[in-house]
């Protein structure tokens, strides 16, 4: 069966600290990498995206992802953290010839004033 | 502002009732999406639908029943549900199937 494996469920880091998330799927096909947020009473909202070209994506806030194939990765990156980015965070994968997605269990990021 | 929204957001309910949770979409997707969210696992994906067809049903128990009108509507059909069905139920939508998905605040289920 495919999954999505998120290895840290929590997080904790004090401001300015770099964060690293990871996400490991393992499905040998073509993939669409997604990234999620959701804060605090929010809904789910899209972080970022890679569907083809440069494994090396930029998203909202500062965030990137950076996808490597040979090792079946897609991690999260954040080279100073704030406050306000506390929050739960998604990995996901559509996996092109499924048509599903499938989604990591999460990981919750504090970040300490 | 999602464009995709949940009704109601809160739910209680007891083992023998029958209830529908409602999701409309602003947005002009093609794809509608319902996915169970529960504590610390991977959000389970229950039903997608593609143009008012449904493309998928992933081993979902029969008390969960989707209806989907039209291209903006997705309902979700309870009866006989089990406390372990406590959950935040999440609707998606999106422009065609593979592109990324906009949800919902989603509907949080208390089963009694």
């Known amino acids: 069966a495919q999954s999505v494996s998120q290895h840290n469920h929590h997080v904790i880091l004090s401001e300015a600290a770099s964060l690293e998330l990871g996400c490991n799927y393992s499905?040998?096909?073509?993939?669409?990498l997604f990234w999620y947020v959701q804060y605090p009473g929010q809904h789910l909202q899209l972080l970022l995206k890679?569907?083809?070209?440069?494994?090396l994506v930029k998203g909202i806030k500062g965030f990137e992802a950076e996808f490597i194939k040979s090792k079946f990765s897609f991690n999260l990156r954040k080279p100073s953290v704030q406050w306000s980015d506390t929050a739960e965070y998604f990995c996901?994968?559509?996996?092109?010839?499924?048509?599903?997605?499938?989604f990591g269990s999460g990981t919750k990021l504090n970040v300490k004033p | 502002e999602t464009g995709v929204t949940q009704t109601p957001r809160h739910l209680v309910m007891g083992m023998t009732n029958k209830k529908s949770l409602k999701c409309e979409q602003h947005?002009?997707?093609?794809?509608m999406y319902w996915y169970k969210q529960s504590a610390k696992k991977p959000l389970e994906l229950m039903f997608v639908?593609?143009?008012?067809?449904?493309?998928e049903n992933n081993s979902v128990p029969s008390r969960f029943s989707p209806e989907c009108p039209n291209s903006s509507h997705l309902f979700l059909h309870l009866h006989t549900l089990q406390p372990e069905d406590s959950a935040l139920y999440l609707c998606?939508?999106?422009?065609?199937?593979?592109?990324?998905?906009?949800f919902g605040n989603g509907t949080r289920l208390t089963v009694t």
């Open positions: 998606a939508s999106s422009q065609e199937l593979s592109r990324p998905l906009h």
């Open positions: 499905y040998g096909g073509t993939v669409n």
């Open positions: 890679y569907f083809s070209g440069d494994p």
């Open positions: 996901a994968v559509n996996a092109l010839s499924f048509n599903k997605f499938y």
């Open positions: 947005l002009g997707h093609n794809a």
């Open positions: 639908y593609s143009l008012e067809e449904r493309v």
